[in-house]
């Protein structure tokens, strides 16, 4: 059941990945002055990325960006063979996504952004905050459960938090918010702080 789940999810990161790249070229030939604003929607799978990030940027009317859809193929094929990414394997995807922060000057973007090393490598991109989303381990394993269109299974929400390092308080770039309320009081609480 779960190999048919993740057919399904590939499937369709495959389609969202194609609008990525045409999103891609028209955000980088927008040369329209604007007043910074890059959020950084994190967290572990199941955490709520996209539904927090795709509210928020309805609330705060900027272009929301997957950062699941910058995968290369064999970093999907590998989480949806139940195989953890390796430091190696996030690297070119993190690069990816900040060089894709830094062309756009407002945009909300979701990505686990697990380690502090992770979050430095989008942070090259200038003028960040990111926004985590914190919730206990079985929260987010419930919700990966009740995804059936999804590459990312519950199995993998174990090595998602065993590879999380929770943001510091040294990292004042930083908003923590209660993962476990209601998308509403999410999205209302991160506009109160950055809109
Ligand atoms: N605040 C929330 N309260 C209840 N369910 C949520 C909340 N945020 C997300 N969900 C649900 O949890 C599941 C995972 O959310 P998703 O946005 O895909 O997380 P992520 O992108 O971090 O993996 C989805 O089914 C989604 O509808
Ligand atoms: O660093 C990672 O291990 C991956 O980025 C991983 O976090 C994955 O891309 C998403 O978490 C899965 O997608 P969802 O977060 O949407 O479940």
């Known amino acids: ?17 194609t609008a990525w790249l045409n ?12 007043t910074p604003l890059r959020l950084i929607v994190m967290g572990v799978a199941g955490s709520g990325k996209t539904t927090i990030g795709l509210r928020l940027g309805e609330a705060l009317d900027v272009e929301y960006v997957e ?13 949806a063979a139940g195989i953890p990414l390796t430091d190696a394997d996030r690297q070119p995807w993190l690069e990816t996504l900040a060089s894709r922060l830094a062309a756009r000057t407002r945009v909300v973007i979701s990505c686990s952004a697990l ?11 200038g003028g960040v905050t990111f926004v985590c989303l914190d919730l206990p381990p079985a929260v987010a394993r419930h919700r990966a459960g009740d995804r059936t269109d999804h590459f990312m299974g519950p199995n993998m929400i174990d090595s998602q938090f065993a ?13 923590t918010v209660d993962a476990t309320a209601t998308p509403a009081e999410i999205v ?4 109160d702080r950055v809109g």
Not at 67 to 79: Q, Y
Not at 188 to 191: H, R, S
Request: aromatic residues 4%.
């Open 188 to 191: 209302a609480a991160i506009v």
């Open 67 to 79: 950062a699941d859809d910058a995968h290369p193929p064999t970093n999907v094929e590998k989480m």
């Open 23 to 34: 999103r891609s070229e028209m955000a980088d030939s927008d040369t329209t002055p604007e």
């Open 115 to 125: 380690k502090r090393s992770y979050r430095d490598v989008l942070r090259a991109a």
């Open 1 to 17: 059941m779960r190999g048919w789940n993740s057919a399904a999810g590939v499937g369709s990161w495959v389609v969202r990945q």
């Open 163 to 175: 590879t999380l390092e929770p943001p510091t308080a040294d990292e004042t770039d930083v908003i």
